[in-house]
């Protein structure tokens, strides 16, 4: 029995020595206080994991640590945490290089990443994926033999480039996506045999795909999209694992080789979207063995030719196979196959925007009985259906249908009873007529597109769908008043613009439309006032009631509400603007062409966000409103045509504008000088247009989707008044025209590179034209007539190649007009009313170059006109002359080797002179001793 006992005691004593240290190491001291050190270092509130790091208890303990037996600290994550952490703090851990995991995912790094982390020889995974990294990522971290996998993806200020792998190396994943690597990709990245996912969307990568990708045979995962790649795409017949390829927004070109993709056994999706790949989609693309949620995406290329035919493909898709195939925006021509009815397990079928044309049988659709989305749009295509074989049980699955751009004249009557179609888009064809009654009777439609036909009716008192999301109607014939909506509705896109509704808005309006986000009412005939209800919507984003003859107050409403980023009520009767509320959102703001005075102007310091403000043609009289330069987000800047007055530098103001690109402050009663100084703080105009970076704005995000919403400003742009369509792109302009602008013209509005219009005429600027201008590469309108400039034209301007427009006119500028590139082609209205100036295309040429021709009238401004073309030689040979001459007359040294360089010369030339003055040969020599005294 003891010997029993003592047996079961020796089975506890072995499991507490070693069963408990290899569950639960005891960590090493100097390892637990490098990571106490880091904690240290640490910024967080209610981190989970760092709430077990003390002192107090072993550090394998704690969470998010992973240590050895001996008690090395071999992981480290504490992913998602909330945290800052500081560079200093990441030193700690210089001193725990047994780390083979280390993942700080979703936390605040804000540091470039240590070079020590190369050191950590037993690295097997390093995820840092949205840790807000920057500086340039050290290359060595990527050639540790025991790396697998790498991710810094979402470090959009990382930066960095690949180096040459080492053969066999071990990395599986290489995740870097949305970061700043650049540069070739390395052929060498053929040696990583074990790599499966390659992750790179969104960097800056250059040049061709490596054609040793090809030997990456276990490759699941292929993602390269949105770089600068070009060439052809290598062929990947030998990798045989490949999953998902995803090769879209490159400039990759070539034609697709369909020997290239017949090993891909395993190919999930192929996106080869928006590259210039062109020649013809090979057949043999639709009998991949894809995954049940395969996508075939080869749109936005160049693909030509012919649909291609599939029916010699060797396998159909199976029935249960949701193939996604989409060809649109190619060059793809010619009538779409019959065979592509044979593929059963299509649920996605996009061939928008290229030039099929010939007849397509809609009751064909039977046969793909998955099919669920079709889009044919912007196509040459003649669309048929047999009514004799019509069932309404066909296109069972069938939920959304875009046929726009087709040249449809009625609405396809097989939509009748689809009660599972949830989007139609009819739009851009030649409908007219009424809205048949069936269509506001589909109960599951959610979007709905009939804009720009000639529709004249609804058909209906009120739309009652309560399922519905989406309606465009704009750009048709309706008339007489805005239909009624049945509650519930639950419509969040609404666009009635462009019709010939001439009614009130009802009142109420806003009390049915509760989930109403983007709203246009825009150029019709409507009349009343803005009903306030439509600010009980929560969620209302976008309103544009522009173009019409509304009239009253804007409601006080309108300028408080937080959710709403647009207004757009130009070119109404509206007389009076309430102050804007402090938690104004607004980021468009455009109340021009009505008749409100300035007494709101100091609330738009409220309005922080704001891209676009326009408030031209209307009675506003007030000085500069300096206060917006506080509003670095301000874009464009339009104060035209009311009555603002005064100087327009801000002394007081520390604020700029950085991103400014339009300002117009034409035809106001502006004064005095234009501070040169605050042009420099513009500094998306000083970027030329090459050096640019990529910068959407918040509004394109905003206006997706939003087909009514384009940014129209009046400009004047090559000496006439035309509105400007969507000013969110890199147009840039400023228009200082009709004020009282006086003193010289700064310097420093040469340094406005990426300037495309400058319009400085009708004010009293003086002095002579800055030079600089010729700096302004990207010019392509000036217009600075009817000031008091003078001097000459700079020939500076002569190298600004892209200029269209040039107006010099009735200034006091003199001398000949410079000619060569671009001057050639202007007329001499660009350059009338200078009575000082000469040559064409004012006078003929000048050829003798003497003087110009002779002016009539008053002279006093021509001065004494010098052509230093013609007195520049003379007096260079004059001097010239006079130096030889006079070295010969007063240097002895000079005129010794002057006589005997012309002596031995001409006994060179004539040799008979040496026998015929030989006996004078005494004389020289006399005359040698003479000079030589």
Known sequence: ??????????????????????????????????????????????????????????????????????????????????????????????????????????????????????????LTILSLQGCNLHGTFPKEIFQLPSLQSIDLSYNQQLDGSLPEFPRNGSLRNLHLSWTKFSGLLPNSIGNLKMLSTIDIDACEFTGPMPKSMTNLTQLVSLSMSFNKLEGSIPSFSGANNVGDIDLSYNGLTGTINSTHWRNLTKLSSLILSSNKLNGNIPASLFSLNLSPTGLLDLSGNQFSGPFPETSNVSSYLPNGLNLRVDFSSNNLEGPIPMSIFSLRGLKTLDLSSNNLSGSFPLDGLHQLRNLSELDLSHNNLFLTHDYTNFSYSSFSQLSKLSLASLKLRTFPNFLRNRSNLIGLDLSDNQINGKIPNWIWSLSNLESLNLSCNSLDSLNVHSINITNLDNLDLHSNQFHGQIPNFQPPCYLYYLDFSKNYFSSIIPSTIGDVLLSIGIFSLSSNNLNGIIPESLCNSPYLTILDLSNNSLSGTIPQCLTTMSSLAVLNLRRNNLTNVDEFSHNCSLKKLDISGNHIQGQFLKSLVNCTQLEILNLGNNLITEPFPCFLRNISTLSVLVLRSNKFFGHIGCRKTNGTWPVLRMIDLAHNNFSGEIPGRDLTTWQAMRTSKGDAPLNISNLQWLYAGASFQEDTIMVTNKGSEMELVNVLTLFTSIDFSCNKFNGSIPEEIGELKSLYALNLSNNAFTGALPSSLGNLSELESLDLSKNKLSGQIPLELTKLTFLAFLNLSYNQLVGRIPSGAQFSTFDAASFEGNKGLWGPPLTADNNTGFSPPKQEGNHSNLGHEIDWDIICPEIGFTCGFGIAIGSLLFCKRWRKWYYRAMYNMLLKIFPQLERRFGHHRRHVYVHQRYWRR
């Open 1 to 122: 029995m003891k010997t029993l006992l003592h047996f079961f005691l020796f089975l506890i004593t072995l499991w507490v020595s070693i069963i408990i240290p290899a569950v639960h190491s005891q960590c090493i001291k100097n390892q637990q206080l490098s990571l106490l050190q880091f904690k240290k270092g640490l910024v967080f509130n209610h981190s989970t994991k760092l709430i077990s790091w003390n002192a107090s208890t072993d550090c394998c303990s704690w969470v998010g640590i992973t240590c050895s037996r001996n008690g090395h600290v071999l992981g480290l994550d504490i992913s998602f945490e909330h945290i800052s952490v500081n560079s200093s703090s990441l030193f700690h851990l210089h001193y725990l290089q047994s780390l083979s995991v280390i993942k700080l995912d979703g936390n605040n790094i804000s540091a470039p990443v240590p070079g020590f982390f190369a050191n950590f020889s037993n």
